[in-house]
């Protein structure tokens, strides 16, 4: 579970109450989620996601990692017509 939130004693109180329920373990900053890499810029209020690491896992499930690009079949600017 990622918590998130304006106040960082809003996050302690949410987290507080978890663990009165539940045994919870503080991770520190979020790095990785569901494959995806997140950087944060704390200075500028900014997040990144790159999904590089997941796009490369689901083209090796899927076995289309050492594919090669083609171009577009189509001339440019060629338009289409319903006939």
Do not use: C
């Not at 996050?11 to 979020?30: H, P, R, V």
């Amino acid at each position: 579970m990622a918590i998130t939130g304006k106040e960082i004693s809003g996050i302690a109180l949410f987290k507080w109450n978890l663990s009165k329920d539940f045994e919870i373990t503080d991770l520190g900053e979020l790095k990785f989620i569901l494959g995806i890499l997140v950087i944060q810029d704390h200075s500028n209020h900014l997040i990144f996601l790159n999904q590089s690491t997941y796009i490369i896992q689901v083209l090796i499930r899927f076995g289309i990692l050492d594919t090669k690009s083609v171009s577009t079949p189509l001339a440019i600017k060629h338009s289409l017509s319903i006939s």
